[in-house]
């Protein structure tokens, strides 16, 4: 098993910053990929970034590309999203997952473990 704890998550005006941060316990060596996704009210839960434990190979989705930068801390097993530039688009509840599989997975179904979420309000 494999626990993720996020923290970071906050009210914040548009233009403005935020860290998400993930940290992982347990088997985390069984960790594959890890990636952070967000559910805003009405929506699907989507990924916005994506990282390959072993190699740090980043992904990101269009919507946040150039603004968004997920990044690890080995040391503390720690999975990190900063987030620059933040739109009231951005606003939604993320959530880091992590999956036994290596690789560009975007879909939550290849995703085993998840965090308890963390809400981020963007205002205008």
């Known amino acids: 098993q494999v626990q993720l704890v996020e923290s970071g998550g906050g009210l914040v005006q548009a233009g403005g910053s935020l860290r998400l941060s993930c940290a992982a316990s347990?088997?985390?060596?069984?960790?594959?990929?890890m990636g952070w996704f967000r559910q805003a009210p009405g929506k699907e839960r989507e990924c916005v970034a994506l990282i390959i434990w072993s190699v740090c190979s980043t992904y990101y989705a269009d919507s946040v590309k150039g603004r968004f930068t997920i990044s690890k801390d080995n040391a503390k097993n720690t999975v990190y999203l900063q987030m620059n530039s933040l739109k009231p688009e951005d606003t939604a509840d993320y959530y880091c997952a992590a999956s036994r599989f290596r690789g560009e997975y975007w879909t939550t179904l290849a995703y085993e473990y998840w965090g308890q979420g963390t809400p981020v309000t963007v205002s205008s």
């Open positions: 347990g088997r985390t060596f069984d960790i594959g990929t």
